[in-house]
């Protein structure tokens, strides 16, 4: 069965940024090799969007040709996607030839047909300067809905209302500046009303002609909604030529001068890429957007749900000899530091510039991947943050992954000289979860839910952790050298570690390779996962007793490190590019109380959060039982508190400075009890005490009025 994967095509007008990758290229890079892992037949296609207004009106601008703007940003963004392992099939350009051909072609086969155009004439606005038709994007005006003066014709930005160019109040043209005047010229309209029926029952039964071709149960709601919006609203006539000097000619006598409106030429960039691999492959591209079998999958932003789920597919079924999707999995929009990305105002960072900023970063790339991985916005709207960034990468990739395999390795090499020891090879727990993670991992991949399979991934690794933690090989060998439970113990583990480093293949390919590279295993190849599984479920090891394996080291060097900030410093670099804008002031302001940033004074606001953001958190009255030094550390307490109902824990906090140990027992305090238990200087803390802090950075307790007993909620 084919597996036929697309991703939005890229306006090759500008650099791209995180957000777009968050969007449609990072998702379907995860998807295309998990089912390459899983020996799938996968082909993922994309490439440059090279036509539409928006290059020629920044040609024009710069007084240059529309092919140096697409060149130029077509070879950027190629490199960028390739730096961050996106593994595209093919990435193609819509300026070719074989595109502009097959774009031909299936326009001349719907106006053969009949009836899928009308042919209208129509007054558009006129520049008689430039002496050419105004595009959408080449006229601006005030919104008619919330008067904003900046609207193009085509959207309002400040709203996100789609208009008409007839609409706009007071429009002028982009090129002159001038006003402009109607004139009469005549376009061919794609008959997108005669397909609603069609389109209706595909999207809410998967019915196409009676026969079941998708489950709508798997896709995601926000499309699903969107799409009966609009179906509900009735769906409209929509232009597909457009008066343009740029661009496909229209294949038709009467269309002299005229060019394919981008939006009906773009997707069938995706059946031309298709052609030119098929054409470097000696494959036909027929087997896959002819036949049956074949699983098409689009990866989008929501912005184009409504070109993917309506347009395209009534294109598709309109021509009659295509497939159609299975799938549409849209993300919503990914944010930086809570707003929106906006190159005008510098806010955000674009993928060749974080590329550059962090090539010296240990494993950059899959950082970056990691971070956005754990924060796709999957069905709501997300943030990325550099704290967030640091903590994924530190608590995950650091503490978790790469404590992991060099504790694994160095053991190895200390008990075993650094070979897998035998086993009895009888099954345990540590095969039953490996076999539960594979499953779970699977599944959650075919669902396109990305995070929970990110998940699922830091999990096994702490539960490696876990296991060799409690398990304490060392201990053992301190009372018996020759203890067999050892064996058993470091066997089992680098079966874990074999796991992961299969595993990260599809979230930090470049980690994935050098964690393999330790475990002197080959790069992983397409079927692998899929051989691992049967492995596992036969009983046998992933690697074999006898097989030797390397030293990890510090795979990840921490961002957040005592002894070394030079991570760090690039981490800040980025956040202080935001602050040091005064057009940015006071976002930048509002998108305080970073934890790796300066201490914000004492007045400084936080953002507003919502009140379901407030409510996960957990505060409960509690008093200190008991305060002590921790050792090797001057700055840190640890402290016993009393909750009520019997239940003391352990709490670790940076108040030694402030206080002297022995008169906080029976103190009063706030404490926030939901936070993962984390150990600080090798003493696990289970909950964090609320203080305030004067001016002076002076420390105080938050405490409940006396007479309140431990245990009770704050709200």
């Known amino acids: 069965?084919?597996?036929?994967?697309?991703?939005?095509?890229?306006?090759?007008?500008?650099?791209?940024?995180?957000?777009?990758?968050?969007?449609?290229?990072?998702?379907?890079?995860?998807?295309?090799?998990?089912?390459?892992?899983?020996?799938?037949?996968?082909?993922?296609?994309?490439?440059?969007?090279?036509?539409?207004?928006?290059?020629?009106?920044?040609?024009?601008?710069?007084?240059?040709?529309?092919r140096d703007i697409i060149d130029k940003y077509h070879a950027l963004n190629k490199a960028s996607f390739a730096a961050l392992g996106i593994s595209f099939d093919h990435y193609h350009r819509t300026s070719t030839p074989l595109h502009h051909e097959t774009s031909q072609d299936f326009f001349r086969t719907l106006d053969q047909k009949g009836g899928e155009f009308i042919v209208k004439t129509t007054e558009q606005y006129y520049d008689p300067a430039y002496q050419q038709f105004l595009a959408d994007r080449y006229i601006k005006g005030t919104c008619p809905r919330c008067g904003h003066t900046e609207a193009f014709g085509d959207q309002c930005e400040n709203c996100g209302s789609d208009l008409s160019p007839t609409e706009l109040i007071e429009p002028v043209s982009v090129l002159s500046g001038s006003t402009p005047e109607l004139r009469e010229t005549k376009h061919w309209y794609f008959d997108l009303a005669k397909h609603e029926d069609f389109l209706r029952r595909w999207i809410q039964e998967g019915r196409v002609d009676g026969e079941q071709v998708h489950d709508p149960t798997t896709w995601k709601k926000h499309v699903i909604g969107q799409c009966m919006s609009w179906l509900n609203e009735g769906l409209q006539a929509r232009a597909i030529t457009r008066d343009l000097d740029w661009g496909i000619s229209v294949p038709h006598p009467e269309a002299e001068g005229k060019v394919l409106y981008v939006w009906f030429d773009a997707p069938i960039g995706y059946i031309s890429s298709t052609k030119q691999w098929c054409l470097d492959h000696g494959r036909d591209w027929r087997d896959y957007w002819q036949n049956p079998d074949t699983e098409l999958t689009h990866f989008i932003g929501k912005d184009n749900i409504v070109f993917h789920c309506l347009i395209f597919p009534a294109m598709l079924r309109a021509h009659g000899d295509y497939v159609l999707p299975k799938n549409v999995p849209a993300n919503q929009f990914l944010n930086f530091e809570g707003d929106k990305f906006s190159k005008s105002r510098g806010w955000g960072i674009e993928l060749h510039e974080y590329i550059e900023e962090f090539q010296d970063f240990p494993n950059g790339e899959d950082a970056l991947r990691w971070a956005l991985i754990r924060n796709l916005p999957e069905q709501s709207d997300a943030d990325f943050t550099w704290d967030g960034f640091t903590e994924y990468y530190d608590k995950d990739l650091a503490d978790k992954l790469g404590n992991f395999f060099n504790r694994v390795t160095v053991l190895t090499h200390k008990y075993f000289d650094g070979l897998v020891p035998r086993s009895t090879g009888a099954r345990s727990q540590v095969q039953h979860q490996l076999q539960q993670s594979l499953s779970t991992l699977a599944t959650h991949f075919e669902a396109f839910r990305f995070k929970d399979a990110a998940t699922t991934f830091v999990e096994l690794a702490t539960f490696g952790n876990t296991y060799l933690q409690d398990a304490a090989p060392w201990s053992l060998a301190k009372a018996d050298p020759e203890d067999p439970r050892i064996a058993e113990i470091m066997f089992d583990c680098i079966q874990v570690a074999a796991a992961l480093a299969l595993t990260a293949h599809p979230f930090v390919p470049l980690v994935s390779a050098k964690l393999r590279t330790v475990l002197k295993q080959d790069i992983v190849a397409n079927g692998d996962w899929a051989v691992a599984r049967d492995t596992l479920a036969a009983g046998r090891p992933l690697i074999a007793a006898g097989h030797a394996i390397g030293q990890?080291?510090?795979?990840?060097?921490?961002?957040?490190?005592?002894?070394?900030?030079?991570?760090?410093?690039?981490?800040?670099?980025?956040?202080?590019?935001?602050?040091?804008?005064?057009?940015?002031?006071?976002?930048?302001?509002?998108?305080?109380?970073?934890?790796?940033?300066?201490?914000?004074?004492?007045?400084?606001?936080?953002?507003?959060?919502?009140?379901?953001?407030?409510?996960?958190?957990?505060?409960?009255?509690?008093?200190?039982?008991?305060?002590?030094?921790?050792?090797?550390?001057?700055?840190?307490?640890?402290?016993?508190?009393?909750?009520?109902?019997?239940?003391?824990?352990?709490?670790?906090?940076?108040?030694?400075?402030?206080?002297?140990?022995?008169?906080?027992?029976?103190?009063?305090?706030?404490?926030?009890?939901?936070?993962?238990?984390?150990?600080?200087?090798?003493?696990?803390?289970?909950?964090?005490?609320?203080?305030?802090?004067?001016?002076?950075?002076?420390?105080?307790?938050?405490?409940?009025?006396?007479?309140?007993?431990?245990?009770?909620?704050?709200?």
């Open 1 to 66: 069965m084919p597996h036929l994967l697309t991703s939005a095509l890229p306006y090759a007008n500008g650099p791209l940024h995180l957000g777009h990758l968050a969007g449609a290229y990072l998702p379907a890079d995860l998807y295309a090799r998990y089912l390459r892992l899983m020996g799938k037949d996968v082909l993922w296609v994309c490439g440059s969007d090279e036509h539409g207004a928006a290059i020629t009106l920044r040609a024009k601008k710069e007084g240059i040709d529309p």
């Open 552 to 715: 990890a080291g510090v795979l990840f060097p921490k961002i957040v490190d005592r002894k070394d900030d030079s991570l760090l410093q690039i981490v800040l670099r980025q956040r202080n590019k935001l602050r040091s804008s005064a057009e940015l002031a006071s976002s930048a302001e509002q998108s305080g109380g970073a934890k790796i940033i300066d201490t914000p004074a004492a007045d400084e606001a936080k953002p507003e959060i919502s009140f379901d953001d407030f409510t996960k958190l957990d505060l409960r009255t509690a008093t200190i039982v008991t305060a002590a030094p921790v050792k090797k550390s001057n700055k840190l307490l640890q402290l016993t508190i009393d909750l009520g109902a019997g239940e003391q824990r352990s709490v670790v906090s940076g108040i030694a400075k402030h206080y002297d140990p022995s008169e906080l027992p029976g103190q009063q305090v706030v404490v926030v009890t939901n936070l993962a238990p984390r150990k600080m200087a090798g003493v696990l803390s289970e909950a964090m005490i609320l203080m305030a802090e004067d001016a002076q950075g002076k420390l105080g307790f938050v405490a409940a009025p006396a007479g309140f007993g431990n245990g009770l909620g704050v709200r």
